[in-house]
């Protein structure tokens, strides 16, 4: 009786369910941009496109097989979407093949990954209920032995709409697998399983790089560095702290919005304002990280290379040559450490710290860390930092320290004691819970101040603070434009919510806000340029912060970018004071006239892939640095 009432077999019933929930999630649960009604449409047939051709692939088998490809197949297809909607959920991104090799991070998640569980998940996964329900019940009603016209028609069918998706795909964005640095675009073209396929080949792809490089690639490498990025650095601060200690502060999940703003009419980072008058503050500053986040800056700073596409750079090539900071002031006469009171093998940074030439880890075991002083992701900043002092006592001058903070991390956790500032109130608990982190750090950060002063470590220091990547993604965009009291959420914003802090300290330095545009991929000149190391020899895509002959142009991992008077994103390009679009640059192929911020688009793209290039083919291990002590 079932079988004459429904005369529609279990793959094609499989594949609109999955096709129409995928459809749902790609449009009100991935935040994907939709410019006019092609995109529209594109977002509307591929997943209906893609579910064919998936459970197409049954009636190969013989019934029973069938039954058992379909099932597992919708439950496999269904866990690969969930994972992702997870990861979106915090990082605004889709799951990469390197951040699966990051496995040995996910034990220290905890409650990171079940704040962002949702009861209403569960709904994600009917389809495979009714499915399984189907196929137990009907089975044998719903599946066949498919004749082989039958079969050869069914696969010319979904090989035609595969083609047609990707017509249209073409049409809409030109060379749309030539931009492997937008995922957005390709899951909005090419949908989420073809993405992970094509994410595989660019994985396999990178690795084999290095077994081809032969050192050839850096010829025309090294003279786009010396002749765009290399610079004397500014002559009047050039070694104005040489020999002095370098102590460095990562400021977790810390971005500009919050500095020398208000919460309740108080301020969220009373003493981070107060000592901009004290430093030279840079109040457009952006973090450039990519899926790596915090292993990302620090890969930034030491290096000033780009952080991967793809993972992060500390896991896929941390047995890579480097240049580094740390082993560069080595060099030089100084000792290095870096303070972190998480496990040391997350982001690998046991293995990593090594090869770059750091002296020392302070890992979680060089800390007393109980429930008491513990919250979120570990050991409370302020017992951090007391605790680190009597370390920092101890080391041998002169030297360079890094700090990394833990307690501003999502899901932003604190105690009812801790807080000094009401939360924010809105539809976002992260949000909300983010001004009572932000102040908290703030608080252990001027106290690690104090440390330093009865210590006797300050006068003989320049310390260095900077905000290492967002706290708040474009996943709580109502609750960021009612704070900032904005219209709305632009991709303008967006790019502008990258900002985060960066300060440079000098004891018995006056203060100056710097307003010109500057990056993580600058740290490493500025710093070696305040210490009076000459980098000439070194291939770095930075410039000293400085210096007035600077690279005129900040580049984001995702080909976005930001010049002094444009901010370039998603191929719109704004004025950057008042975020007026000006206009589209989605003639990019060669149709129409340039846009006002085609001059820097191919620039940008090359300094990418060079950075790229250097990373995945171990470049750095056929050149030879000059020792800058010698």
């Known amino acids: ?34 410019e006019n009604m092609m ?39 269904s866990l690969i979407l969930y994972f992702n909607i997870v990861f979106y959920r915090n990082f605004s ?73 990707y017509a249209l795909a073409e049409a809409e964005r030109p060379q749309l697998l030539q931009r492997t640095f937008d995922r957005e675009y390709l899951v909005k073209n090419i949908g989420i399983f073809p993405y992970h396929v094509y994410d595989a080949v660019l994985h396999s792809k990178s690795k084999a ?82 899926q790596g986040k915090t292993s990302d800056s620090e890969f930034i700073i030491e290096n000033s290379l780009y952080p991967s596409p793809r993972g992060a750079v500390y896991f896929t090539h941390a047995q890579n040559d480097y240049h580094s900071l740390p082993e560069i002031l080595g060099e030089n006469g100084y000792n290095s450490a870096v303070f972190h009171a998480n496990n040391k093998s997350f982001w690998n940074r046991d293995v990593m710290y090594d090869n770059i030439g750091y002296d020392h880890f302070y890992d979680e075991n060089a800390y007393e860390v109980t429930d008491e002083n513990s919250v ?53 608990n992260t949000l909300n819970n983010y001004f009572q982190t932000v102040r908290y750090m703030d608080e252990a950060v001027e106290e690690y101040f104090d440390y330093l002063k009865e210590a006797g470590l300050y006068e003989d220091s320049i310390i260095i603070l ?43 330095q006056d203060g100056e806000v710097i307003s010109k545009i500057a990056g993580q991929i600058d740290v490493k000149p500025t710093i070696m340029n305040l210490l009076g190391i000459d980098d000439g020899s070194d291939l770095s895509f930075g410039t000293d912060l400085f210096d007035e002959e600077r690279k005129d142009f900040i580049a984001l991992r ?6 002094e008077d444009y901010v370039y994103t998603k191929d719109q390009c704004y004025d950057r004071e ?6 589209s640059t989605n003639q990019l192929a060669g149709e129409g006239e340039d846009s006002a911020c085609q001059p820097y688009v191919e620039q940008v793209q090359k300094e990418l892939n060079y950075s790229d290039e250097i990373i995945f083919g171990d470049l750095l291990r056929f050149y030879e640095f000059e020792n800058e002590n010698e």
């Open 466 to 508: 900077m905000g290492d990547h967002y706290g708040i993604s474009d996943f709580h965009k109502k609750a960021m434009i009612q704070y900032l009291d904005e219209d709305e959420y632009t991709d303008y914003l967006h790019v502008q919510l990258q900002r985060v802090p960066f300060f440079v300290h000098i004891p018995g």
């Open 39 to 77: 995109q529209e449409l594109i977002l509307f047939i591929n997943p209906f496109v893609i579910a064919y051709f998936i459970f197409v692939l049954s009636i190969l088998f013989n019934q029973r097989r069938q039954l058992k490809y379909i099932k597992y197949s919708i439950l496999i297809g």
């Open 376 to 428: 979120g992701w570990g050991l409370k900043d302020k017992d951090f930092f007391k605790q680190s002092i009597k370390y920092l006592e101890q080391m041998e001058e002169p030297y360079y320290s890094k700090f990394i903070t833990l307690t501003n991390h999502y899901p932003f956790d604190l105690d009812e004691e801790d807080a000094t500032i009401e939360p924010y109130d809105s539809n976002s």
């Open 209 to 290: 790089q290095r077994v081809f490089a032969d050192g050839n690639e850096l010829t025309e490498i090294s003279d786009y560095i010396k002749e765009e990025t290399t610079t004397d650095g500014n002559e009047e601060l050039h070694g104005i702290a040489e020999d002095k200690n370098v102590i460095f502060i990562s400021l977790e999940s810390l971005q500009s919005f919050v500095i020398n703003n208000t919460l309740h009419g108080e301020e969220v980072t009373p003493f981070l304002n107060s000592l901009i008058d004290e430093s030279y503050y840079f109040e457009n500053f952006y973090h450039q990280t990519e």
């Open 578 to 583: 008042s975020g007026e679009l000006i206009d």
């Open 93 to 165: 991104d889709f799951i990469t093949i390197p951040l699966l090799f990051q496995g040995s991070n996910a034990a220290d998640l905890g409650s990171s990954v079940l704040g962002l569980l949702k009861f209403w998940d569960v709904a994600l996964f009917f389809d495979v209920i009714i499915v399984w329900v189907l196929a137990k019940k009907y089975g044998s009603e719903l599946t066949a032995s498919f004749t082989k016209r039958y079969k050869r028609i069914a696969f010319a069918i979904s090989i035609l709409f595969l083609i047609g998706n």
């Open 558 to 563: 995702d080909g976005s970018f930001i010049t």
């Open 1 to 34: 009786m079932f079988s004459k009432k429904l005369q529609m077999p279990l793959y094609i019933i499989a594949a609109l369910l999955f096709g129409l929930k995928t459809y749902i999630v790609y449009r009100f649960v991935f935040d994907i941009s939709l």
